[in-house]
């Protein structure tokens, strides 16, 4: 069957900045996944390597310890093949989001909505 994603390409409609940043996500998971192995899955290399180049400034200080990658990936491997599915990182950027939502609200207090720098933005 096609996709509403498909269908939107092949019709060339303009997609909104959230569709469109979702299929960067998408396009990223694989820009990697294809290296090694499976092309639909990121072996450890493939992770870390995601991770060094397209999460260096959300991951600034995990990135600078190989140990602390190894255990994300872990954690993300919930059947504990060795690999990541897309399932499985994708559980990655939500929990990235949520942490730069809730950096943004950082000590928010009283009326009105207001938005700081989230992950990897402003001073280091």
Sequence with gaps: GSSALT?????T?????LERNIETIINTFHQYSVKLGHPDTLNQGEFKELVR??????LKKENKNEKVIEHIM?????N???QLSFEEFIMLMARLTWAS???MHEGDEGPGHHHKPGLGEGTP
């Excluded at 872990?74 to 919930?78: A, G, K, P, S």
């Design 7 to 11: 269908e939107c390409k092949t019709m």
């Design 13 to 17: 409609c303009k997609m909104s900045q």
């Design 53 to 58: 180049k397209d999460l260096q400034n959300f």
């Design 74 to 78: 872990e954690d993300l491997d919930t």
């Design 80 to 82: 504990a093949d060795k």
């Design 101 to 103: 939502h809730e950096k």
